[in-house]
């Protein structure tokens, strides 16, 4: 998956889940996927919706 985001954009997306961005950063793992499941697919962890 390719990212877009900068070591500090990503840094800003760990503070504050954005879910209108095509991609979001688990705040748990720091993993970058794109929206659509509510579920971080590497941790797990529930993100809500
Ligand atoms: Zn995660």
Known sequence: MQSAFSSEERAAADAVINFDAAEITC???GTSF??????CPDCGLF???
């Open 34 to 39: 794109a929206t659509g499941p509510s579920e």
């Open 27 to 29: 705040p748990a793992c």
């Open 47 to 49: 993100l809500g919706n």
